[in-house]
């Protein structure tokens, strides 16, 4: 079966860092993706990794590694505005995203 | 670009009766997508549309249907509402098949009673 794992939650302090990890398993590899979701609004793309290596945009970074089926999603200097839930998904072998149920992750100042 | 948009917001519906969610993108777009997500869960691919004419069933099909006869308009329909179907729809878009990024309309928060 496919499947993919990310935490449910997670806690972080304003400023600090934190990563957030997604392992997967699915039926062919035609690259990852991470969305960010504020609570009670629509999913928004933050990245796309297709290579192994590291992504980095500004404050927020993903990381690939195909032959272990994982990634992470690394934030810097945190702000409260990220305070969402994000969201793996991976692009399986018919082109089709398989999604991650989601990582809550709460900003404390 | 008005981008992704959804109608309604929410809507309560009883047991047994049947609504259509709407969905429309100004992108161009050719793929479309509907999802549900409930609680704690990831989003769920209910169908899917390459472009006008062309739809498929995805993970969770059962209880809807779809049609798609513009590129910009992508409906949900959903026959004999069951509380099952409680959920938040999201009606997505890409440019492309599943390497590209998908844009999201706002959803469509459903509960059947």
């Known amino acids: 079966g496919q499947n993919i794992d990310q935490p449910t939650e997670m806690t972080a302090t304003e400023g600090a860092i934190v990563q957030i990890n997604c392992t997967y398993q699915?039926?062919?590899?035609?690259?990852l993706f991470w969305y960010q979701q504020h609570a009670g609004e629509a999913p928004t793309f933050l990245s796309y990794?297709?290579l192994d290596g590291l992504e980095e945009k500004g404050r927020f970074s993903s990381f690939l590694s195909r032959s272990k089926g994982y990634s992470y999603l690394l934030l810097k200097e945190l702000q409260m505005k990220d305070s969402a839930s994000y969201l793996c998904?991976?692009?399986?072998?018919?082109?089709?995203?398989?999604w991650g149920a989601g990582t809550k992750l709460i900003i404390k100042p | 670009n008005a981008g992704v948009t959804q109608t309604p917001k929410f809507r309560i519906l009883k047991i047994g009766q049947s609504m259509t969610l709407q969905c429309a993108q100004d992108?161009?777009?050719?793929?479309m997508y509907w999802y549900r997500q409930d609680p704690g869960m990831g989003l769920k691919l209910i169908y899917y549309?390459?472009?006008?004419?062309?739809?498929d069933k995805g993970e969770v099909p059962n209880g809807y249907n779809v049609s798609r006869s513009t590129t910009e308009d992508f409906p949900l329909r959903l026959e004999l509402a069951a509380p099952s179907q409680t959920s938040v729809y999201f009606c997505?878009?890409?440019?492309?098949?599943?390497?590209?990024?998908?844009?999201f309309g706002p959803g469509t928060r459903l509960t059947v009673l």
């Open positions: 997505a878009s890409s440019y492309g098949e599943g390497y590209n990024e998908q844009f």
């Open positions: 549309s390459v472009g006008a004419g062309i739809t």
């Open positions: 699915t039926s062919g590899f035609n690259g």
């Open positions: 992108m161009n777009h050719n793929y």
């Open positions: 990794n297709v």
């Open positions: 998904a991976v692009t399986d072998s018919n082109y089709q995203l398989i």
